[in-house]
């Protein structure tokens, strides 16, 4: 009995000496906000020029190469049969790829990918003003013409016209809703608003 309580000791000694001591430290993955929190600035263009710096890889859907990582965003997730990934470097349409990644999707299902400009033509009439897509949360920064998405897995199609402050001048915001669980179920919603008071 001796020897289990001397053990139990020397493990809990050993534990608290070796542990990491959290309490009153900050996390640098997550910021913790509340209503007295100082607004904090975010500049996106020095994290593009960050993520610019990674090399590329290619994607292929069932054989079909279909572009780069970004693709993955805007796919079904479930319909994913198996991926893998292959580390030679190849050429593409005159860009150079660092990797392939090779998706198979499950047999019953077909993803049609279609460029924004091509997804813009066929759903859309516009006028010649200029146009910032946005899907989901994400405002794309990229060639419209070569950012592909799969069609089949948008769920909603927002155009907002936006004024600028120059007399005259809009811009097309097109914000692309996907088919994610969390998107389906905010689009099933019911909201009723009460009167104005």
């Given at each position: 009995?001796?020897?289990?309580?001397?053990?139990?000791?020397?493990?809990?000694?050993?534990?608290?000496?070796?542990?990491?001591?959290?309490?009153d430290?900050?996390?640098a993955?997550?910021?913790?906000?509340?209503?007295?929190?100082?607004?904090?600035?975010?500049?996106?263009?020095?994290?593009?020029?960050f993520h610019?710096?990674?090399?590329p890889?290619?994607?292929?859907?069932?054989?079909?190469?279909?572009?780069?990582?970004?693709?993955?965003?805007?796919?079904?997730?479930?319909?994913?049969?198996?991926?893998?990934?292959e580390?030679?470097?190849f050429?593409?349409?005159?860009?150079?790829?660092?990797?392939?990644?090779?998706?198979?999707?499950?047999?019953?299902?077909?993803?049609?990918?279609?460029s924004?400009?091509?997804?813009?033509?066929?759903?859309?009439?516009?006028?010649?003003?200029?146009?910032?897509?946005?899907?989901?949360?994400?405002?794309?920064?990229?060639?419209?013409?070569e950012?592909?998405?799969?069609?089949?897995?948008?769920l909603?199609?927002?155009?907002?016209?936006?004024?600028?402050?120059?007399?005259?001048?809009?811009?097309?915001?097109?914000?692309?809703?996907?088919?994610?669980?969390?998107?389906?179920?905010?689009?099933?919603?019911?909201?009723?608003?009460?009167?104005?008071?």
């Amino acid at each position: 009995m001796k020897k289990i309580i001397f053990v139990l000791t020397l493990l809990l000694l050993t534990f608290n000496s070796f542990s990491q001591n959290i309490i009153d430290k900050k996390s640098a993955a997550k910021a913790n906000y509340s209503e007295n929190s100082k607004i904090k600035v975010i500049y996106n263009d020095s994290l593009n020029k960050f993520h610019s710096k990674k090399k590329p890889a290619g994607i292929f859907f069932n054989g079909t190469f279909v572009g780069d990582q970004r693709v993955l965003n805007v796919i079904n997730p479930k319909k994913i049969e198996s991926l893998n990934i292959e580390k030679e470097k190849f050429e593409k349409n005159g860009k150079e790829y660092y990797g392939k990644i090779l998706v198979k999707m499950k047999s019953d299902y077909k993803p049609n990918f279609i460029s924004l400009k091509e997804l813009t033509s066929k759903y859309l009439t516009l006028n010649t003003s200029p146009i910032i897509y946005q899907i989901d949360e994400n405002v794309i920064n990229q060639d419209y013409n070569e950012y592909s998405v799969d069609e089949n897995f948008i769920l909603k199609i927002i155009l907002s016209k936006i004024k600028t402050s120059e007399k005259n001048n809009e811009i097309n915001l097109i914000k692309l809703i996907t088919k994610t669980p969390e998107n389906i179920k905010k689009a099933n919603e019911i909201r009723i608003k009460g009167p104005e008071k």
